[in-house]
């Protein structure tokens, strides 16, 4: 596995907080299809990084699942791997 430098490890922690937070706002019901759309956009448009942002929003889904047994965030999950099927074309 590669390591990434601390900087850009920290740049897509920070991009798949921003998928979070767009989540967050679809789940409690606000409109966030258009914000998802933009960030993934912006997240494509730069090379190499897509990949990596999905495969931290991967490690995010799995780990709200696991800890939501009850099934409570099932549609902040649905949202995340919305955006994490944007980033993967």
């Known amino acids: 596995m590669t390591t990434l ?4 490890a920290r ?8 998928f979070e937070a767009i989540a967050a ?13 933009a ?4 997240v494509t448009a730069q090379p190499g990084l897509a990949p990596r942002v999905a495969h931290a ?3 995010m889904i ?4 696991e800890s939501d ?9 649905a949202i995340l791997r919305e955006g994490a099927a944007l980033l993967e074309g």
């Open 39 to 42: 960030l993934a956009q912006r």
């Open 11 to 18: 740049a897509i922690l920070d991009l798949a907080n921003q």
């Open 62 to 65: 799995g780990l709200i699942g």
């Open 25 to 37: 706002d679809g789940f409690e019901g606000r409109p966030y299809r258009d914000d998802l759309t």
């Open 57 to 59: 929003l991967g490690i």
């Open 69 to 77: 047994r009850s099934g409570r965030f099932a549609a902040k999950i």
């Open 5 to 8: 430098p601390a900087d850009d």
